[in-house]
């Protein structure tokens, strides 16, 4: 795409910085594996070699994966499939460079007048790490690709451009939420290069 | 009018794995041709619902767009429009030596061959019969830069207009001489973006186009050249679709008041059919051509010898009653009955009615539109308003839906006798529903 670095020294975030589901959960997580009846009447459960433990392992995290399918989808989970996704520039994730954030991620009813829908509206709102970056519409357009593809047809995704970050935010953010344009983007194979070279390091 | 009930009567199957993004109803055989994503155009019977044949081999990507032309004998002809760039032309026998009226049925009966439904093939007993059968591809036509969004053929069928991402529109003539020959007309490229949608005004040679730069501009030809007119703004966002009033439509009226009726038509004989628009900005607005009474003699004449300077004033006449909650894609008004339907991303369908103010009374109150008239203060008996009568939410469950249109009823469920008009409404998901309304 661009032939020249736009920005060559952005600023990174520590991944430690950065949010995530696992850190408040881990200690009651480790303490339920560490304590629980599990540990306790099966010792063996420790070795991880045990095939029996590894066996007890997968069961235990197919069930939460099920727990996980029942439960809504929620912020952190639409910001851990975006935030991994490289920035077109640098090999450097959208997370680590602040360009998708935690506080500007929301989900909304998408028909607020019809209750019984289940139709949600994700939004995300993207900040460019300039303010001029003309790849700020193919950021963008990974984003929403990534998560069209990941979530379930009933979310609705908007993405923006956050205000006040970018100098033409109301043209990247028209042909964002142009649904013509996304999908014949969809269909260009140099485009669809691009991103999905941004997406190889998502999962 | 009291709320009417939108029922769904079938669904078009098998349907398209992929996106659908329109369906266009044949205007006089009772079949459908709906454009998909996975490069093919689906042709289905209104008879049965089932799929009669699938054109392929034609486009190279997304097939987006499609239109009938009008007004051929014997024989269908579609065009369509691609992201591809391209537009193309195809043709098939409506009957093979077996005379006008047995067109219809031809169609019922290549359904009834199981094969036809499961992949669009018709049945290979006989050779020469299946050649005569198929879609004959005839000619591409190529000019645009980027993806087609819209087809329509002129009235008469002579011209074709085709626009683009390329912010284009190219007006096509076809030359029917036999050799699927077409030559450009124009090329008008006044749109500051892609042009989304384009129709032609219901019998005189004058286009209507809808653009991503939130306008609609209206265009003639002016001795030889052919150029913009007008230019509506109004929409705060890119306008998806138009439609133009039917020549001979009147708003609702109760029977008694049939001078009403006569009333109304006079005086909107001399502005001619109103144009109908949705929009990204989830509005519709409804546009008036301001009677100019030169301006009328002057479109008696014939058209070579129109002066320069054929500029139109339109007037916004008003915004519909609100009832979209996302962006609205798409909205057809019924040459038969008037009524307007629009669907959107919020997979909802409804259906508007244009009634005179003073029969309004039993209405809901805050769902009217009134169409005030700016020049008399005083309310005049001609001042009608729009009332939403029908609503279904989740129309194609969960999916955003795409397009709508009307077409003539034509399965066994319908009365004999009576005209009925059903909705065919085209989804993400690729289905394709039929529905009644119970008026």
């Known amino acids: 795409m661009a032939s020249e670095i736009q920005n060559s020294n952005p600023t990174i975030l520590n991944a430690a910085d950065l949010p995530t589901r696992l850190r408040p959960g881990a200690p009651r997580k480790s303490g339920a594996y560490g304590t629980g009846i599990f540990t306790s009447a099966l010792p063996s459960a420790t070795n991880a070699n045990d095939p029996f433990a590894s066996c007890l392992y997968l069961s235990e995290t197919s069930d939460s994966e099920d727990e996980l399918m029942e439960e809504p989808i929620d912020e952190q989970e639409i910001y851990d499939l975006i935030s991994t996704i490289s920035d077109p520039e640098h090999p450097i994730s959208l997370g680590a460079l602040a360009v998708v954030s935690l506080p500007d991620i929301s989900i909304k009813p998408s028909l607020p007048n019809v209750p019984e829908s289940p139709l949600r509206t994700v939004t995300v709102l993207i900040t460019p790490t300039i303010t001029h970056c003309s790849l700020a519409t193919v950021i963008g357009l990974g984003v929403r690709v990534r998560l069209e593809q990941s979530l379930p047809p009933r979310f609705r995704v908007d993405v923006r451009i956050k205000e006040g970050t970018h100098s033409t935010a109301d043209e990247v953010n028209k042909q964002l939420a142009d649904k013509e344009r996304v999908a014949a983007a969809l269909e260009n194979g140099t485009l669809m290069g691009v991103i999905a070279k941004m997406l190889e390091t998502c999962q | 009018m009291a709320a009417v009930a939108i029922t769904h009567l079938s669904d078009l199957t098998p349907p398209s794995l992929e996106r659908t993004w329109l369906t266009a109803p044949h205007p006089t055989l009772p079949i459908v041709a709906t454009c998909s994503s996975d490069k093919t155009i689906r042709v289905y019977s209104l008879t049965n619902?089932?799929?009669?044949?699938?054109?392929?081999?034609?486009?190279?990507?997304?097939?987006?767009?499609?239109?009938?032309?009008?007004?051929?004998?014997?024989?269908?002809?579609?065009?369509?429009?691609?992201?591809?760039?391209?537009?193309?032309?195809?043709?098939?026998?409506?009957?093979?030596?077996?005379?006008?009226?047995?067109?219809?049925?031809?169609?019922?009966?290549?359904?009834?061959?199981?094969?036809?439904?499961?992949?669009?093939?018709?049945?290979?007993?006989?050779?020469?019969?299946?050649?005569?059968?198929?879609?004959?591809?005839?000619?591409?036509?190529?000019?645009?830069?980027?993806?087609?969004?819209?087809?329509?053929?002129s009235p008469s069928g002579m011209l074709l207009a085709t626009c683009s991402r390329d912010k284009s529109i190219w007006i096509w003539e076809d030359l029917d001489d036999g050799d699927n020959n077409f030559e450009t007309v124009a090329v008008m490229q006044e749109h500051a973006g892609d042009v989304k949608s384009v129709a032609w005004h219901p019998v005189e040679e004058c286009l209507a186009s809808a653009s991503y730069d939130d306008t609609i501009r209206l265009w003639r030809e002016d001795i030889d050249d052919w150029g913009q007119v007008a230019c509506l703004k109004g929409h705060e966002g890119t306008v998806w679709c138009i439609d133009w009033e039917g020549v001979e439509n009147v708003p609702y009226s109760q029977p008694a008041s049939a001078s009403l009726a006569e009333q109304w038509k006079t005086s909107h004989a001399l502005s001619g059919p109103r144009l109908i628009s949705c929009s990204d900005d989830r509005t519709i607005r409804l546009w008036q051509k301001q009677p100019k009474e030169q301006q009328q003699q002057q479109l008696n004449m014939p058209s070579i010898i129109r002066p320069t300077g054929t500029d139109e004033i339109w007037t916004e006449e008003g915004v519909l009653p609100s009832a979209h909650d996302l962006s609205i894609y798409a909205v057809a008004w019924s040459k038969r009955t008037g009524l307007l339907a629009s669907v959107g991303a919020d997979g909802r369908i409804v259906v508007y009615q244009e009634q005179f103010a003073n029969e309004q009374q039993d209405s809901p109150a805050g769902e009217a539109m009134d169409t005030t008239d700016d020049s008399t203060a005083s309310p005049s008996p001609l001042q009608t308003g729009w009332n939403v009568i029908a609503t279904f939410d989740g129309a194609h469950s969960i999916y955003e839906i795409n397009h709508v249109a009307w077409a003539k009823r034509a399965d066994r469920g319908r009365e004999e006798g009576k005209e009925e008009e059903v909705l065919v409404t085209t989804a993400d998901d690729g289905s394709i529903k039929v529905w009644t309304l119970g008026l």
């Open chain 2, 49 to 153: 619902f089932r799929l009669l044949s699938t054109i392929t081999g034609g486009h190279k990507r997304s097939v987006r767009t499609c239109a009938w032309k009008p007004h051929v004998q014997g024989e269908s002809v579609l065009a369509t429009g691609s992201f591809d760039a391209t537009v193309g032309i195809w043709r098939r026998w409506d009957s093979y030596g077996r005379g006008g009226e047995s067109g219809a049925e031809d169609w019922g009966l290549n359904s009834r061959n199981d094969k036809a439904g499961e992949d669009g093939e018709v049945g290979n007993d006989d050779v020469d019969d299946e050649d005569e059968e198929e879609w004959r591809f005839a000619v591409l036509l190529d000019g645009h830069d980027s993806e087609v969004k819209s087809v329509s053929w």
